[in-house]
T-cell receptor, first 114, second 115 residues
Framework: ETGVTQSPTHLIKTRGQQVTLRCSSQSGHNTVSWYQQALGQGPQFIFQYYREEENGRGNFPPRFSGLQFPNYSSELNVNALELDDSALYLC?????????????FGPGTRLTVL | AQSVTQLGSHVSVSEGALVLLRCNYSSSVPPYLFWYVQYPNQGLQLLLKYTTGATLVKGINGFEAEFKKSETSFHLTKPSAHMSDAAEYFCAVSGHPGGSYIPTFGRGTSLIVHP
């Protein structure tokens, strides 16, 4: 069974640029959630995708957008990057959307915005 | 609305000593509660979770936690710390149907284990 994978591992961008982060969910999982983890903080929920539809969104501006593909892999896109977007971005997959389901996290993408 | 408070950003123990990491939650519906561990440069891994039923939950690596509704707490314990337990620990809460299924994480507690 393949776990959750994310690419790239690290990324450096400059302010105003756009970035796309990718996530492959664990086999059999149809739900993907994205989190932003700033240094020294807990993960903050960005949004969740269930069967290719957005299924909930946290308190993040519209320049954070996403996609889920038929194979349940997912992308996180961030436009007009700001310095505060520097963080570890975590993807997590789960079976269905229920709150009691365990989320399986990938290792994350470390984004640095200069 | 739901929230999590983890008391103490850092907890330091000696190898072999009791580990106690504190978590208090706030939820308008019966909660689902989780503890995750994060090792350096890695994602989060589930240690244990409480959904319904027995309030004392046993997890991996010898950890356990007790759900106390009257105290709105879900503290994580381990009888004897090992050097390999040094990591960041996160408590999270999500809700039953009708409440928020989106998990809310605490700010984390860094566990330091001294030889």
């Amino acid at each position: 069974e393949t776990g959750v994978t994310q690419s790239p591992t690290h990324l450096i961008k400059t302010r105003g640029q756009q970035v796309t982060l990718r996530c492959s969910s664990q086999s059999g999982h149809n739900t993907v959630s994205w989190y932003q983890q700033a240094l020294g903080q807990g993960p903050q929920f960005i949004f969740q995708y269930y069967r290719e539809e957005e299924n909930g969104r946290g308190n993040f501006p519209p320049r954070f957008s996403g996609l889920q593909f038929p194979n349940y892999s997912s992308e996180l896109n961030v436009n007009a990057l700001e310095l505060d977007d520097s963080a570890l971005y975590l993807c997590a997959s789960s079976l269905e959307t229920s709150g009691y389901n365990e989320q399986f996290f990938g290792p994350g993408t470390r984004l640095t915005v200069l | 609305a739901q929230s999590v408070t983890q008391l103490g950003s850092h907890v330091s123990v000696s190898e072999g000593a009791l580990v106690l990491l504190r978590c208090n939650y706030s939820s308008s519906v019966p909660p689902y509660l989780f503890w995750y561990v994060q090792y350096p440069n890695q994602g989060l891994q589930l240690l244990l979770k409480y959904t319904t039923g027995a309030t004392l939950v046993k997890g991996i690596n010898g950890f356990e936690a007790e759900f106390k509704k009257s105290e709105t707490s879900f503290h994580l314990t381990k009888p004897s710390a090992h050097m390999s337990d040094a990591a960041e620990y996160f408590c999270a809460v999500s809700g039953h149907p009708g409440g928020s299924y989106i998990p809310t994480f605490g700010r984390g507690t860094s566990l330091i284990v001294h030889p």
